[in-house]
C-alpha cells in the first residue's frame, strides 16, 4: 500500500487527548504517526483547515442482508458508509435469518469482504431466531466474528436468558450484550410515542415508560453479573437518567443516542409521513432535552445511526403499516455537526470521541484511534462545508429519510480504510 501523507489538517484523536495542527503518515495500511517521518510520501492530500479524525464508527447498522435485499445489501449499506465518512460499522442480527450461528456471521464478514468498501463487524443474536426462547451458540458466533450481541427489533425478554447472556459474555472476551429496550405488553399495536399529540391524533402510543422499564431491568441485571450491557436509540428522559445513576453506581452500563431522537420529536408525525415512524419512537421535547444533556455530560457515551433502510414500496405505506426506521450513515456526520458542534452542544474533540474511539470500546475492537501500528481507519472532514441533504444522491438502495432537503454544515471529504482510499472529494 501507498505512503500517505495528510499534511497541515487539524488532527483530532480523542484517544490519545491530541488536538493539533500537525501532518499524520500512513503506510502499509498503519498509521505511522505525526511530525515528521523518515520516508517519503508516494500520495500527498492537503488538509489545511479540514479535521483528519480517526475513521467514524457507527456500531448501530441495520445492512438487511441476508433476505432483505430488496432493502440494503451489504455492498451499498457501506457504499453508504464510505460516503458518510464511517470506516467500520457493526451491524445488527435481524436478518433473513438472523445472523444466530457461527455460519451467519462468517456469511457477514465475507460479503463485506467481496464488496470493499469498509469494515463490517457483525453483532450475533442473543437468542435463537431472536425469539427469546433460547440462548445461541454465542461462543460458535465469536469465533465467527461476531464482537457483541443483542436481539435489537426486539427486547431479550425473558430476565432469566439475559441474566445468562450476561454471565456467558463476561467469559467470551467480556463481550457486551446491547440492549433494545421495549416492554412489548405496552407497545402492542402502537405507532408513535403516548402523549398528548398522539391522542390528537387519534394514533395508538407506546408510552415512555415501556422503554424505561426494561433499561431499569438491564442495569440490575448487569449489577447482579457484573456483566456489560449498553442500551441502544436511547429516546427517554426517563433512561437517560437510570443509565446516569447505574453509571454512578459504578454499573457497567452505556448508552447511544441517534441523531432523529435529539433533532425530532412526536410533533413531526403530525404530518402522517411514514419517515418520521421509528422504534423507539420520537418523543417530546423535554426527552430530547435530557438526551441532549446526556450528550454533554457523558451519560450518553455513543452516537450512532441506527441506520434502517426499507424499500419505498414499503414505506409508503399507511403510517400504521409502514415499518419502522430511517437511513441515517450519510447523515450522520452532518448532522451531528449542524446540531451539536455548531450550537455549542459538544466540542469538537468530545463529539468525535463519540463516533471513535467509544464505540470501538463498548465493541471491544481495533479502531477508533490514530495511535501508531493501528489500522489507518481516517476520516478527513471539511468543518465549514455547506450543503443540502438530497436523498436521490444516496449511495444507499433505499430512500427513507425525514431529512430530505435539510441544510447542513460540514461533511467527509476523504474516507480512508486500511490505507486505501475509499472516497476523495478534495481531488
Known amino acids: 500500500m501507498p505512503t500517505i501523507l495528510l499534511r497541515n489538517g487539524r488532527v483530532i484523536d480523542p484517544s490519545q487527548n491530541f488536538d493539533a495542527v500537525a501532518d499524520l503518515w500512513l503506510a502499509d495500511g498503519k498509521v505511522l504517526g505525526t511530525g515528521p517521518q523518515a520516508r517519503t510520501a508516494d500520495k500527498?492530500?492537503?488538509?489545511?483547515?479540514?479535521?483528519?479524525?480517526?475513521?467514524?464508527?457507527?456500531?448501530?447498522?441495520?445492512l438487511r442482508e441476508p433476505g432483505r435485499e430488496e432493502d440494503e445489501t451489504i455492498a451499498t449499506g457501506t457504499a453508504a458508509a464510505v460516503a458518510g465518512g464511517v470506516t467500520s460499522v457493526a451491524c445488527m442480527p435481524?436478518?433473513?435469518?438472523?445472523?444466530?450461528?457461527?455460519?451467519?456471521?462468517?456469511?457477514?464478514?465475507?460479503?463485506?469482504q467481496r464488496a470493499g468498501n469498509c469494515n463490517v463487524f457483525p453483532i450475533g443474536a442473543v437468542t435463537k431466531n431472536r425469539d427469546g426462547k433460547e440462548l445461541a451458540e454465542l461462543g460458535g458466533l465469536v469465533e465467527g466474528g461476531a464482537v457483541a450481541f443483542t436481539d435489537d427489533g426486539a427486547p431479550v425478554y425473558s430476565a432469566e436468558i439475559m441474566r445468562r447472556a450476561l454471565e456467558y459474555c463476561k467469559m467470551l472476551n467480556d463481550r457486551a450484550v446491547l440492549v433494545h429496550a421495549e416492554i412489548l405488553e405496552l407497545t402492542v399495536g402502537g405507532v408513535m410515542s403516548e402523549g398528548l399529540v398522539?391522542?390528537?391524533?387519534?394514533?395508538?402510543?407506546?408510552?415512555?415508560?415501556?422503554?424505561?422499564?426494561?433499561?431499569?431491568?438491564?442495569?440490575?441485571?448487569?449489577?447482579?453479573?457484573?456483566?456489560?450491557?449498553?442500551?441502544?436509540?436511547?429516546?427517554?428522559?426517563?433512561?437517560?437518567?437510570?443509565?446516569?445513576?447505574?453509571?454512578?453506581?459504578?454499573?457497567?452500563?452505556?448508552?447511544?443516542?441517534?441523531?432523529?431522537h435529539f433533532l425530532l420529536t412526536d410533533e413531526s408525525?403530525?404530518?402522517?409521513?411514514?419517515?418520521?415512524?421509528?422504534?423507539?419512537?420520537?418523543?417530546?421535547?423535554r426527552d430530547v432535552d435530557a438526551i441532549l444533556a446526556g450528550l454533554k455530560d457523558g451519560t450518553l457515551s455513543v452516537l450512532?445511526?441506527?441506520?434502517?433502510?426499507?424499500?419505498?414500496?414499503?414505506?409508503e405505506r399507511e403510517l400504521d403499516q409502514a415499518p419502522n426506521g430511517i437511513l441515517g450513515l450519510e447523515t450522520f456526520l452532518p448532522l451531528c455537526i449542524s446540531h451539536l458542534i455548531e450550537p455549542g452542544h459538544l466540542s469538537?474533540?468530545?463529539?468525535?470521541?463519540?463516533?471513535?474511539?467509544?464505540?470501538?470500546k463498548v465493541l471491544g475492537i481495533d479502531r477508533g484511534t490514530l495511535q501508531p501500528g493501528r489500522p489507518a481507519d481516517v476520516t478527513v472532514i471539511d468543518p465549514k462545508a455547506k450543503w443540502t441533504i438530497k436523498k436521490a444522491e444516496s449511495k444507499s438502495k433505499s430512500r427513507n429519510t425525514p431529512f430530505d432537503g435539510w441544510k447542513v454544515t460540514g461533511r467527509a471529504v476523504v474516507t480512508i480504510v486500511g490505507g486505501d482510499v475509499k472516497m476523495n472529494l478534495l481531488g
Open 304 to 315: 450512532a445511526t441506527d441506520h434502517a433502510p426499507h424499500a419505498p414500496e414499503k414505506k
Open 44 to 62: 500527498t492530500i492537503d488538509c489545511t483547515g479540514l479535521i483528519v479524525s480517526p475513521g467514524l464508527i457507527d456500531m448501530h447498522v441495520h
Open 198 to 260: 398522539s391522542v390528537q391524533l387519534g394514533l395508538r402510543g407506546m408510552p415512555a415508560v415501556a422503554e424505561d422499564i426494561m433499561i431499569a431491568r438491564d442495569i440490575m441485571l448487569s449489577e447482579l453479573t457484573g456483566g456489560r450491557v449498553h442500551i441502544l436509540h436511547v429516546s427517554t428522559a426517563g433512561g437517560v437518567d437510570l443509565i446516569r445513576q447505574g453509571i454512578a453506581k459504578g454499573i457497567r452500563v452505556s448508552g447511544e443516542a441517534c441523531p432523529h
Open 94 to 112: 435481524n436478518t433473513e435469518p438472523p445472523i444466530d450461528t457461527r455460519m451467519a456471521a462468517e456469511f457477514v464478514i465475507q460479503q463485506a
Open 269 to 285: 408525525l403530525r404530518t402522517f409521513d411514514s419517515n418520521y415512524k421509528m422504534s423507539p419512537p420520537l418523543r417530546t421535547q
Open 348 to 360: 469538537w474533540p468530545q463529539m468525535l470521541e463519540k463516533m471513535t474511539i467509544n464505540p470501538a
